[in-house]
Structure formats: structure tokens, C-alpha cells
């Protein structure tokens, strides 16, 4: 069964400190994996899409890494800023695109 | 630039009655999309379309129904509402297969 597993559920960091969250996944074939933000009672918003021949890829404070031979991804956030308070949702699509499977999402605070 | 919208924002209905969830692209994107966001589970698929006219179904289409007439609008219909159909529903749209962009959502309740 294709899955996406996030880690950890939650987080609560401190506004200046970095934080990294994980992205497993067991979807196959494998065409590419998105991170996504989502404010509270927003859309998701994208911050990185990566395919199988990208191993890291970086937006701003964001970066995220891909391992697809492991099937593992993290979303590293740089120098956290009290706007980073949101869930991040990791999506991986597999069959050229067309099969979407969402991770949980982490849900990320960052406090002053 | 409105983007994506979707109307309306906030909707509370009855069991058994219909409801339309509306949502508009202005990028004259092909891809299509609805999910709904339930707590404790991720976006789940719905019904997605590649075009006017086509249409498919995804992960949870049982309860909803779809149409494409034109390529800027994708309603939602649900035929007759149960209380497991209250959730927050998301519209997409996307170019490329693999980049969506998502409307602000609607958050409805089934009484």
C-alpha cells in the first residue's frame, strides 16, 4: 500500500533555532516528492518539489533532501521565524504524476 | 490575479440535502483537483480532471460527484450529504501534473 509517514506529529521550537522534519514513504513507482506548508485555515502552499534525480533542493530558510533509495526525505528549516508556525505536509506522487499521496503533516510552532 | 477560489468558505447543511462546492481557476490550468482535510489524515483525492470533459476519480469519490464544462471551473456536488462528509475540502489546480496550487478551501458541516 502506498503510504507517506511523517515525523514528528509535533514540534515546538524556539524562534532563531533550526529544526528538521521527516518524510518517509513506501509509494513505488516513485516520480516525485513536494513539501508543502500549510497555514492555519489556509491552503497548502508548495516550498520544494524534487524528482528522483535531485537529492537536495532549497528555498529560502528551506531546504529539503531526498534519499530514494531509502525512500526518506527531510525538510531542514533554517534560523526559524515566528511565520514558520504551520503544518508541513509531505506529498510524493508516484505513476508519472498522477497518484498523490499526502502525508499527516508535521505541525511546527515556533515560539518567541 | 485571483488565482484559485472557492465559494463558499464556510457551509453548514442537513443530512440528505445537496450541496455544491464551487471553485474557479484563472490560470487556464488543465489539471483539477478536490480533496478533503480530515484531522488525523492527510489530503485525501477525490475526484481530479485533466481537462473539460474528463474527469476521475481518486481515492474517495464514493458520495461526491463532478463535472468540467469548462476549463476554469471544477464544482463539487454532494448528492446527499452525510454527517461523514463534514470536512474541509480543498480545490487545485495545476499545469504541470506534479504542482499544485490550492484555493483557501471550504469547511462544511453536515448536521
Known amino acids: 500500500k502506498n503510504q507517506v509517514e511523517q515525523s514528528p506529529q509535533s514540534l515546538i521550537i524556539l524562534e532563531g533555532k533550526n529544526c528538521t522534519l521527516q518524510c518517509n514513504y513506501t509509494v513505488s513507482p516513485f516520480s516525485n516528492l513536494r513539501w508543502y506548508k500549510q497555514d492555519t485555515g489556509r491552503g497548502p502552499v508548495s516550498l520544494t518539489i524534487m524528482t528522483f534525480s535531485e537529492n537536495t533542493k532549497s528555498n529560502g530558510r528551506y531546504t529539503a533532501t531526498l534519499d530514494a533509495d531509502t525512500k526518506q526525505s527531510s525538510l531542514h528549516i533554517t534560523a526559524s521565524q515566528l511565520s514558520d508556525s504551520a503544518s508541513y505536509i509531505c506529498v510524493v506522487s508516484g505513476n508519472y504524476g498522477q497518484n498523490f499521496v499526502f502525508g499527516p503533516g508535521t505541525r511546527l510552532s515556533v515560539l518567541p | 490575479d485571483a488565482g484559485i477560489t472557492q465559494s463558499p468558505r464556510y457551509k453548514i447543511t442537513e443530512t440528505g440535502r445537496q450541496v455544491t462546492l464551487m471553485c474557479h481557476q484563472t490560470?487556464?490550468?488543465?489539471?483539477m483537483f478536490w480533496y478533503r482535510q480530515d484531522l488525523g489524515h492527510g489530503l485525501r483525492l477525490i475526484y481530479y480532471?485533466?481537462?473539460?470533459?474528463?474527469?476521475d476519480k481518486g481515492e474517495v469519490p464514493d458520495g461526491y460527484v463532478v463535472s468540467r464544462s469548462k476549463t476554469e471551473n471544477f464544482p463539487l456536488t454532494l448528492e446527499s450529504a452525510t454527517r461523514s462528509q463534514t470536512s474541509v475540502y480543498f480545490c487545485?489546480?495545476?499545469?504541470?501534473?506534479?504542482?499544485?496550487?490550492f484555493g483557501p478551501g471550504t469547511r462544511l458541516t453536515v448536521t
Open positions: 480532471s485533466a481537462a473539460a470533459d474528463i474527469t
Open positions: 490560470w487556464s490550468h488543465s489539471y
Open positions: 487545485a489546480s495545476s499545469e504541470r501534473q506534479y504542482e499544485q496550487y
